[in-house]
């Protein structure tokens, strides 16, 4: 691999969505090896968390020496997370979409009766193949029984689960359309 000449090593790391453990493991044993004083994560969308944690642990581990430049952990989560993002910026006194978290297609479909006139996009908590897709739901054209939203929803490679929640956030136009 080829990295920048201002860096004295390079080191692969287990990935922090397979084992957080041996992903901090390895981290705080690098800090270690390396005497390093200074964590500067770049994480990825699904490790930010991760590294807010490890970041702690290495603070502690290496007793101060290994300063870090990342949020607290209770902060990342807040960033990270889309209903704890909104709930914040809700309490902070900005106006935000309305929109829901759900854990299957009947909570989907229940929140969607009752929403009038409003569209929303579906987001997966998660990483997914849906990411920048833009259909909007209820589905144009659907009957009161939102029968073709039902069959959309229940037809998503990744499905609604507890485990892989979903979040229907209110479609406001705009022109990054």
């Not at 006194?93 to 229940?110: L, N």
């Not at 009766?113 to 996009?121: H, I, L, N, P, S």
């Amino acid at each position: 691999m080829r990295f920048s000449a201002s860096i004295d090593a390079f080191h692969l790391l287990p990935p922090a969505s397979q084992s957080y453990s041996k992903y901090a493991d390895a981290l705080i044993q690098i800090a270690k090896a390396e005497s390093a004083t200074l964590f500067i994560p770049v994480s990825g969308a699904g490790s930010s968390v991760e590294d807010a944690r490890a970041a702690e642990t290495m603070s502690t581990e290496t007793k101060g020496r290994c300063r870090t430049f990342i949020q607290d952990p209770g902060t990342m989560l807040d960033l990270h997370d889309k209903d704890r993002f909104m709930a914040l910026v809700d309490k902070l006194g900005f106006t935000i979409p309305s929109g829901k978290m759900i854990e299957g297609v009947d909570e989907g479909i229940e929140y969607l009766r009752g929403v009038g006139e409003k569209k929303f996009v579906l987001k997966c908590m998660g990483l997914d193949e849906n990411r920048g897709d833009m259909t909007l739901f209820p589905i144009s054209g659907d009957g009161k029984d939102l029968g073709k939203t039902r069959k959309m929803l229940a037809g998503l490679n990744t499905k609604i689960t507890k485990e892989c929640p979903y979040v229907f956030q209110e479609y406001i136009p705009g022109p990054g359309e």
